[in-house]
């Protein structure tokens, strides 16, 4: 069943990314965080109503450092996403595996390899080659927009995938799910409430309803079905086989937003796929 909830964490977080782009670019980053965690923040009270009374003062805190970081690391994801193209920003998300990785193995224990140490370096060679425009000059003026909100919210979103494991394991996927996106939530209306896009907002609600709801759903059964996957998966396992979402966002950018790739970045995509789902292979 692990591994179930695992291909319902890739479909979401693909199909998902797809619809953040067009969310952010459309309504905004504050604006499409908003809505996508409000979705989850009412859809999920019920079941977490009777728990809240329970958790006990390091669960908070688990939730509460999880909650930060996960919404400054969203923000920059919205933001790369917004500026980028998805056949771009999808592979640098596969870095995720190797921080979450890190975390797990000088944190909990588990062990990385020097097969995984080499994998994680031909991933950062594939990284290297789609983020870039020309591949005879590299540097930081060819480097593709939105990289580098990319990097930051990849380092934000590895710290998180380790904080969900462990806060699932310590009160359940769904609580984790609830918590963070109930947070995310209220200090995204208090923004756009502070800075005067309070009436915006709700009227944009209105008129993106169909998409704000597409979001919503998608992503939040990916965020619920990878928390649930590491209750039976090592959260390293889970975490890079998960990763395989790239390939369909990337896919998807291609396909239907007809972003178009240099040469060696199409090198780099496929390399950075195959090293991410290698590695992911590593961790059975």
């Given at each position: 069943?692990?591994?179930v909830?695992?291909?319902?964490?890739?479909v979401?977080?693909g199909v998902?990314?797809f619809l953040i782009?067009?969310s952010?670019?459309?309504l905004g980053d504050?604006e499409?965080?908003?809505?996508?965690?409000?979705?989850?923040?009412i859809?999920?009270?019920?079941?977490?109503?009777?728990?809240?009374?329970?958790?006990?003062?390091?669960e908070?805190?688990?939730?509460?450092?999880?909650?930060?970081i996960?919404?400054?690391?969203?923000l920059?994801?919205f933001?790369?996403l917004?500026?980028?193209k998805?056949?771009?920003?999808?592979?640098i998300?596969?870095m995720?595996?190797p921080i979450?990785?890190a975390?797990s193995t000088?944190?909990i224990?588990e062990?990385?390899?020097?097969t995984?140490?080499a994998?994680i370096a031909?991933?950062?060679?594939g990284?290297?080659l789609?983020s870039?425009k020309?591949?005879g000059?590299?540097?930081?003026k060819?480097?593709e927009?939105g990289?580098?909100?990319?990097?930051?919210a990849?380092i934000?979103?590895g710290?998180?995938?380790?904080?969900?494991?462990?806060?699932?394991r310590?009160?359940?996927?769904i609580?984790i799910?609830?918590?963070?996106s109930a947070?995310m939530?209220?200090?995204?209306?208090a923004?756009?409430?502070w800075?005067?896009?309070?009436?915006?907002?709700?009227?944009?609600?209105w008129k993106?309803?169909t998409?704000i709801?597409?979001?919503g759903?998608?992503d939040?059964?990916?965020?619920?079905?990878y928390?649930?996957?590491?209750?039976t998966?090592?959260i390293?396992?889970?975490?890079?086989?998960s990763?395989?979402?790239?390939?369909l966002?990337?896919l998807?950018?291609?396909?239907?937003?007809?972003?178009r790739l240099?040469?060696?970045?199409?090198?780099?995509l496929?390399i950075a796929l195959?090293?991410?789902?290698?590695?992911?292979?590593?961790m059975?």
């Open positions: 069943m692990g591994l909830y695992v291909g319902l964490a890739i979401g977080w998902g990314d782009q067009r952010a670019r459309k504050w499409a965080l908003f809505f996508v965690t409000l979705f989850a923040t859809v999920l009270f019920p079941f977490v109503y009777a728990a809240l009374s329970a958790l006990s003062g390091f908070w805190l688990v939730l509460s450092l999880t909650s930060v996960i919404l400054v690391a969203a920059f994801d933001e790369a917004r500026i980028g998805i056949s771009i920003i999808e592979p998300y596969a995720e595996v979450t990785i975390l000088l944190l224990g062990v990385m390899t020097s995984q140490l994998l031909i991933l950062l060679l990284i290297v789609v870039n020309s591949f000059t590299m540097r930081i060819s480097i927009r990289v580098i909100a990319a990097v930051l990849t934000g979103l710290i998180s995938n380790f904080l969900f494991g462990f806060a699932s310590e009160t359940s996927p609580m799910n609830w918590f963070t947070f939530a209220v200090a995204s209306i923004y756009l409430l800075v005067g896009e309070g009436k915006r907002t709700m009227r944009n609600l993106n309803k998409l709801l597409s979001v759903f998608v939040n059964m990916a965020w619920v079905a928390a649930t996957s590491m209750l998966l090592p390293g396992f889970a975490t890079g086989l990763e395989s979402y790239i390939a966002g990337a998807l950018g291609v396909a239907i937003n007809k972003e240099s040469t060696h970045q199409v090198f780099g496929i195959c090293a991410a789902v290698a590695l992911a292979l590593t059975t």
